[in-house]
């Protein structure tokens, strides 16, 4: 019976998930090349470690180690992204990222025993600055859809937690190394690496595409508002930012635009993105995605109500990218689905 090694299923897995990344529109796939590069390269690793641990081909080893001190810096590159006010991708300023792998290189045929040590300072560290983003909540990420904001965190959260997973997971090993003789190493370096790339890779492709499929899920306020305190005082300052957002959103119909964010919103005011997002964090006490959604919504209702076009068109009428956030917006602001509301709201009309 031919062996297939798991990893090798998981990089098939990432391979569907890659298609379908660069299946996306033109203007899509510009903006979200780095995480395209994200996916391929997971692709590339999950194949290499069934390769290294599958089938013992030991040729592979340098380029497995170079190709994991990409990992990183890659993942955090592409998230820092959505959490940029201005300007995206990979620019000179950013060559420091490439030092990590300079040095593996330089190791490799000169100091092998410091690689790991090397890769596990690099896991760590990116992991700790991808969840030093991940504290600012929904509204640190400016650059991502605001319809997508939440799975767009959540991924940034995942990926956090996976580097870090990862630089314990080879602490967990060296340890197995040095006192049990490495007898588990193979069991757990393949294991560990192909979970980790495994999840690195759903965070990229739900964050790349900013938007899931499914069914709509149940959010509690606590998971989008985590930034600030009910109890903070608000500022006229603030107030007045809130009254001139609310007043730009309803003439211009800024709802509408799928594709809005929270560096788009703060442009139109010519405010810095953080403060924006304070005042409407403090003056209506929640997230900018939930306060946006919040229009939408109402925008939703308005048509359920007054005229008798489909649920699957209104969600796009009303700004929303995908029925899934759709759903799980509407179930979070009128408690029921969109079915129901209609049905509800048209026997009191009728009824009138």
Same mark, same amino acid.
């Given at each position: 019976?031919?062996?297939?090694?798991?990893?090798?299923?998981?990089?098939?897995?990432?391979?569907?998930?890659?298609?379908?990344?660069? /299946?996306?529109?033109?203007?899509?796939?510009?903006?979200?090349?780095?995480?395209?590069?994200?996916?391929?390269?997971?692709?590339?690793?999950?194949?290499?470690?069934?390769?290294?641990?599958?089938?013992?081909?030991?040729?592979?080893?340098? /380029?497995?180690?170079?190709?994991?001190?990409?990992?990183?810096?890659?993942?955090?590159? +592409?998230?820092?992204?959505?959490?940029?006010?201005?300007?995206?991708?990979?620019? /000179?300023?950013?060559?420091?990222?490439?030092?990590?792998?300079?040095?593996?290189?330089?190791?490799?045929?000169?100091?092998? *025993?410091?690689?790991?040590? @090397?890769?596990?300072?690099?896991?760590?560290?990116?992991?700790?600055?991808?969840?030093?983003?991940?504290?600012?909540?929904?509204?640190?990420?400016?650059?991502?859809?605001?319809?997508?904001?939440?799975?767009?965190?959540? *991924?940034?959260?995942?990926?956090?937690?996976?580097?870090?997973?990862?630089?314990?997971?080879?602490?967990?090993?060296?340890?197995?190394?040095?006192?049990?003789?490495?007898?588990?190493?193979?069991?757990?370096?393949?294991?560990?690496?192909?979970?980790?790339?495994?999840?690195?890779?759903?965070?990229?492709?739900?964050?790349?595409?900013?938007?899931?499929?499914?069914?709509?899920?149940?959010?509690?306020?606590?998971?989008?508002?985590?930034?600030?305190?009910?109890?903070?005082?608000?500022?006229?300052?603030?107030?007045?930012?809130?009254?001139?957002?609310?007043?730009?959103?309803?003439?211009?119909?800024?709802? +509408?635009? $799928?594709?809005?964010? @929270?560096?788009?919103?703060?442009?139109?005011?010519?405010?810095? +993105?953080?403060?924006?997002?304070?005042?409407?964090?403090?003056?209506?006490?929640?997230?900018?995605?939930?306060?946006?959604?919040?229009?939408?919504?109402?925008?939703?209702?308005? @048509? @359920?109500?007054?005229?008798?076009?489909?649920?699957?068109?209104?969600?796009?009428?009303?700004?929303?990218?995908?029925?899934?956030?759709?759903?799980?917006?509407?179930?979070?602001?009128?408690?029921?689905?969109?079915?129901?509301?209609?049905?509800?709201?048209? $026997? +009191?009309?009728?009824?009138?």
């Amino acid at each position: 019976m031919i062996f297939v090694p798991l990893s090798f299923a998981v990089s098939l897995f990432l391979a569907t998930f890659l298609v379908r990344l660069l /299946l996306q529109g033109r203007e899509s796939l510009a903006r979200n090349y780095l995480f395209v590069l994200l996916v391929a390269l997971y692709v590339v690793q999950t194949l290499l470690v069934g390769l290294r641990w599958g089938y013992g081909v030991m040729v592979i080893l340098p /380029l497995l180690s170079l190709l994991a001190s990409l990992v990183p810096p890659l993942t955090y590159l +592409a998230f820092r992204d959505l959490a940029r006010e201005e300007g995206s991708g990979i620019s /000179l300023r950013d060559w420091p990222h490439l030092l990590p792998t300079l040095a593996l290189a330089v190791l490799l045929p000169t100091w092998r *025993s410091a690689i790991d040590l @090397l890769i596990i300072a690099e896991f760590l560290g990116y992991g700790v600055a991808l969840a030093w983003i991940a504290r600012l909540g929904t509204d640190g990420l400016v650059a991502s859809r605001l319809d997508g904001s939440l799975r767009s965190h959540r *991924s940034l959260v995942l990926a956090a937690l996976s580097l870090i997973s990862s630089a314990l997971a080879d602490v967990a090993i060296s340890l197995d190394m040095a006192v049990g003789g490495g007898r588990h190493s193979a069991m757990v370096v393949s294991a560990a690496t192909t979970v980790i790339l495994f999840l690195l890779g759903i965070a990229a492709v739900v964050a790349g595409t900013e938007e899931g499929s499914g069914e709509a899920e149940e959010t509690s306020p606590a998971e989008e508002v985590r930034t600030y305190s009910a109890t903070q005082e608000v500022s006229g300052e603030d107030e007045a930012v809130a009254a001139g957002l609310d007043r730009l959103i309803r003439e211009r119909r800024l709802y +509408a635009d $799928a594709g809005l964010n @929270l560096g788009k919103l703060s442009r139109r005011m010519g405010l810095p +993105a953080r403060a924006v997002s304070h005042a409407v964090n403090r003056v209506h006490g929640m997230s900018v995605s939930q306060y946006v959604n919040n229009f939408r919504v109402a925008e939703a209702c308005r @048509l @359920l109500s007054e005229t008798d076009m489909p649920v699957t068109r209104i969600v796009f009428e009303a700004g929303f990218m995908t029925k899934s956030n759709f759903n799980r917006e509407f179930l979070r602001v009128t408690g029921t689905n969109p079915t129901r509301w209609r049905g509800e709201n048209a $026997a +009191a009309i009728t009824g009138m």
